[in-house]
């Protein structure tokens, strides 16, 4: 039988993207050919993301893209799977009939059949609880990929959909990780992006006990890692092991995202997030006095419901006096089957993207003031990747994540992607550093391990 050519879109987090990269490593191991242009496939598969009301559209409407497609191209099936799927699965047959298959996150495996494979694979129960990271097809940069820990979550945060999407929290053992970071140092990625629905609180259902700081050790001694980066962490589950060992380990990248979503004691105990006010200063206290040249990361959330203009006023004060160097701000979304959803006090549409408006200026501030801090200084970068339309190399500092901070426009010809050099940072552009390579040891912030 002849293989079916087969393109798939994603959506959402690394976390939906380390899917995604384990589904084409499905369907090519079961004998289909994998298309990069969607026009050009027989079958289409769309791993959705259906974490907030935005994304949730943006997956609607990138269906509806693709089943334009059975129409206009050489399309014969649309395939709908992802965190959107699992939530509606009747709703998406029903509403958009173009589709002919939607299968949840518990169903990976029925993939190869329904895209047409002409081979088949062993099965597993589950794409989480498997070994198909030894076939994944990563969609990321060579030099950097995404190393998934655990799955799922227990935190049961009163506004989050993911423990009903996801499932239980769970890890995977210290050392099928281990078995494919080397894979991943093989194959020459630099930097690891440690990611989980909750990375502090890996370990706690296999071993007894928080295990993250003995994996970030282990991960260190690897030889190729240079980067090694750590993504959702939670605030009630740091512990003081994990503190010292980001301080001591080289290669662990002195960039921690943390999630604090609002400050207000009552705002936090709605919400469910299991900490205060006090907890949450003394922790960032804590990780800035061990850890030297932090970047520290976080997101909040505006106009939960019952949060009062007072409230407000005092997420934006901490906001202000915290000056965390990369934050994220959103509205809140009301979403179905969560506690939230049913609170009094919804707050209407137009106050959320004041509010919004209001931290974001404010964060803009502290992010001008302390990128001008760093002109004359010099700090680690990788190199990205070559503007096709500018020519300029492109990076980011140890400090940076992928695709959601800030980047480097390098002033410098000879490079390649990969590199990992000591800049000198010359000057800004907008939310971007302006570097030039200097000629020091090789690390300053961030390799040894």
Request: charged fraction near 30%; proline fraction near 4%; aromatic fraction near 6%.
């Amino acid at each position: 039988m002849k293989s079916k050519k087969v393109a798939l879109i994603n959506l959402g987090c690394p976390k939906n993207l380390v899917d995604a990269e384990e589904i084409l490593g499905r369907v090519a191991q079961s004998g289909s050919t994998i298309c990069q242009y969607p026009e050009d496939a027989e079958v289409l598969i769309v791993n959705t993301c259906g974490f907030i009301d935005d994304s949730k559209k943006e997956s609607i409407d990138t269906i509806f893209k693709m089943a334009k497609l059975k129409e206009d191209a050489r399309c014969k099936k649309l395939i709908v799977t992802g965190c959107l799927a699992q939530r509606y699965p009747e709703e998406l047959q029903k509403e958009i009939p173009e589709i002919d298959h939607v299968v949840g996150l518990k169903d990976f495996d029925k993939l190869t059949d329904l895209s047409g494979s002409d081979r088949k694979r062993e099965k597993s129960s589950t794409i989480q609880c498997s070994d198909d990271w030894r076939n994944r097809i990563r969609l990321t940069p060579g030099h950097y990929a995404y190393l998934r820990i655990s799955d799922g979550c227990d935190n049961r945060c009163s506004y989050c959909a993911i423990p009903g999407i996801r499932g239980r929290f769970y890890s995977r053992t210290i050392e099928n990780i281990l078995e494919e970071a080397h894979q991943m140092a093989h194959e020459g990625v630099k930097e690891i992006n440690v990611i989980s629905q909750d990375t502090t609180s890996y370990g706690v259902d296999l071993y007894g006990k928080r295990q993250l700081h003995v994996l970030l050790e282990k991960l260190s001694e690897i030889e190729g890692i240079e980067w090694i980066r750590i993504l959702y962490t939670h605030p009630r589950h740091f512990y003081p092991e994990l503190v010292r060992t980001i301080g001591l380990y080289d290669k662990i990248c002195k960039y921690i995202d943390l999630p604090i979503q609002h400050i207000n004691d009552v705002i936090l105990e709605k919400m469910g997030r299991g900490v205060t006010r006090a907890h949450v200063e003394s922790l960032i206290n804590d990780l800035r006095t061990h850890i030297p040249k932090l970047f520290l990361r976080t997101s909040v959330i505006v106009g939960f419901p019952g949060e009062t203009e007072k409230h407000f006023a005092e997420l934006l004060k901490f906001v202000k006096s915290a000056k965390f160097e990369r934050l994220g701000a959103f509205t809140y979304s009301k979403e179905d089957g969560t506690p939230a959803a049913s609170f009094k006090k919804q707050i209407p549409g137009e106050a959320k993207e004041y509010r919004l408006k209001e931290i974001m200026l404010a964060q803009q501030k502290i992010i001008i003031k302390k990128h001008k801090s760093l002109v004359g200084s010099t700090i680690s970068v990788m190199v990205d990747e070559k503007d096709k339309t500018s020519g300029r190399w492109l990076g980011r500092t140890y400090g940076d994540a992928p695709d959601v901070d800030s980047r480097v426009i390098i002033r410098e010809n000879h490079l390649k992607v990969g590199d990992i050099k000591n800049m000198m940072i010359t000057g800004t552009d907008g939310y971007d550093l302006i570097g030039t390579p200097v000629h020091l040891p090789e690390r300053d912030e961030g390799a040894k391990g």
